[in-house]
């Protein structure tokens, strides 16, 4: 292992990224992954004003908040995930994407049906079903959504010159078949709730944990590839071995969750021992970005992909911390026992999902963005800004959540005492967890408006391609 790890980061030439003109179509995805994700913190921090003073007049009541979180959660990573893959595949398959108008077109209709989405949830709307409350239209929607976007990558994939077996195309094309092939069966009705709970797991954690990973690490490894002078068959071997661990880790390790919707007590000690082996694939993605760090030179990068790093490095860090770390406590069945459903679970919940895909995805976005379009210094100041408010927010949000939880655990799960009373005792770190996402709205208003002001001043460029693929 240590043998292949020093292959990785045995320098060569290199080669010159280049440059191609359907990449155009990630332009939009970008832009709105952003913005949503500004609604998202606004939205949220006004809800969680509730939780704490219910008989505060809150804006937005707390249910109605944390419905709009939780779907738009899953969604704007999806969309700025995509967006990458469409920038990045060019690159590894030395090829234009094929059918460059359809994966426009999916660009505007894909935001188009998050925000009717979420005016069907302000009309009540919804299908009660956590995480997934769109109603079926819109399902069928993503479907087809997602159809078009394995279309067009296997479709570019297939043409004559794209090399078949670099791992990054492979990663990417997987994880858009399993994008497609977990949320199929979240179309139809099931009378038994331990089923109907089991396929929409598929899309909240496997997803996040086996379809996102795929996309997400072989979208960083084309960007490594197109950017720096890596030894490629050595990138293809790590890669290899990290889509395998991925593949396999991330589908196990949803079973901790399996046991508390009905299924045999054995998935809990399955999901805890693959949740376990699932910190190899952070170890090997943080090692070679550290590897990455110290022989590019920061001062030598230009300023997207300073931009870029920082956010991919912020997702590494709580890739170990969040979803590595307390992920593997979480699932250890006899934590699990008492712990699971508690703030503990929200803590790891934070740290995981936005701490790794939310810094990723939005770093995806601020990286294609800001390399294709001029930044200004006082925005790209800015951007710097916002990078710190998210990082500074996430960590109180989390780590208050963190101690809550623990509490949590100790009083109402192990001593018994009081549900209320407990919920009372608790009431000094949800306000420090109110506190930090103040701080990380912030951050995510400053980034939002930035890469608004970005979109108004390139508006021609990020909504129409290029002539010559406009056919």
């Known amino acids: 292992m240590f043998r292949l790890l020093k292959r990785l980061f045995k320098k060569t030439t290199g080669q010159e990224p280049e440059s191609f003109t359907t990449r155009a179509v990630a332009y939009p995805f970008c832009v709105a992954a952003v913005l949503f994700f500004g609604f998202q913190v606004t939205v949220v921090t006004m809800g969680s004003l509730e939780l704490i003073w219910p008989n505060l007049p809150a804006p937005v009541p707390f249910r109605s908040g944390r419905m709009v979180h939780l779907n738009l959660s899953v969604f704007w990573p999806l969309m700025a995930t995509i967006g990458a893959a469409f920038y990045f595949f060019p690159g590894e398959a030395k090829n234009e994407l094929a059918h460059p108008r359809m994966a426009r077109l999916l660009s505007y209709g894909l935001p188009v049906t998050l925000v009717g989405i979420l005016l ?24 087809l959504a997602l159809l078009l976007f394995s279309i067009i990558l296997t479709q570019t994939y297939l043409k004559k010159a794209t090399p078949k077996l670099r791992p990054a195309l492979l990663g990417m094309l997987l994880g858009a078949y399993s994008l497609l092939g977990l949320f199929i069966p979240n179309l139809f009705f099931y009378s038994h709730p331990a089923v109907d709970e089991v396929v929409k797991f598929w899309v909240v954690h496997l997803w996040e944990e086996m379809s996102l990973e795929l996309l997400g ?12 002078p890596r030894n490629r068959r050595a990138v293809h071997t790590i890669l290899y071995l990290d889509l395998a661990f991925v593949l396999i880790t991330g589908f196990f390790a949803t079973g901790h969750h399996y046991y508390w919707i009905g299924l045999p007590h054995y998935w809990l000690w399955v999901g805890g021992i693959f ?16 590897k990455s760090y110290r022989a590019e030179k920061f001062q030598s990068m230009s300023r997207a992909e300073k931009l870029g790093f920082a956010f991919i490095v912020s997702s590494l860090f709580y890739h170990f911390l969040g979803a590595g770390v307390l992920g593997w406590i979480l699932a250890m069945p006899f934590i699990n026992n008492f712990a699971h459903g508690t703030y503990l679970t929200s803590s790891h919940a ?44 996430l960590l109180i949000m989390g780590l208050a959540l963190a101690i ?13 005492n009081d549900f209320m009373e407990t919920q009372r005792i608790l009431i000094p770190y949800l306000v420090i967890r109110t506190a930090g996402g ?11 408006w930035t890469i608004f002001k970005l979109a108004i001043g390139n508006l021609h460029g990020i909504i129409f391609l290029p002539p010559e693929r406009r056919k």
């Not at 949740?275 to 550290?290: D, N």
């Not at 103040?438 to 939002?448: C, E, K, M, N, Q």
Request: no cysteine; hydrophobic share 50%; charged share 10%.
């Open 217 to 228: 690490t072989s979208i960083i490894a084309a960007y490594v590839l197109s950017s720096t």
């Open 438 to 448: 103040a701080v990380f709205s912030a951050g995510g208003l400053i980034l939002a």
């Open 350 to 393: 934070h740290f995981a999902l936005f701490g790794v895909f939310g810094f990723l995805a939005l770093g995806f976005a601020v990286y294609i963005l800001t390399n294709e379009f001029p930044l200004k210094n006082k925005d790209y100041k800015r951007l710097w800004w916002s990078i710190a408010f998210l990082n500074v927010g």
């Open 275 to 290: 949740s376990t082996l699932q910190v190899l694939p952070s170890v090997f993605l943080i090692y070679s970005q550290y």
């Open 120 to 143: 069907s949830f302000v009309f009540g709307l919804t299908e009660g079903r956590e995480y997934l409350e769109a109603i079926r239209p819109f399902d069928w929607a993503i479907t």
């Open 404 to 416: 809550a939880g623990t509490l949590e655990t100790y009083l109402y799960r192990i001593l018994g």
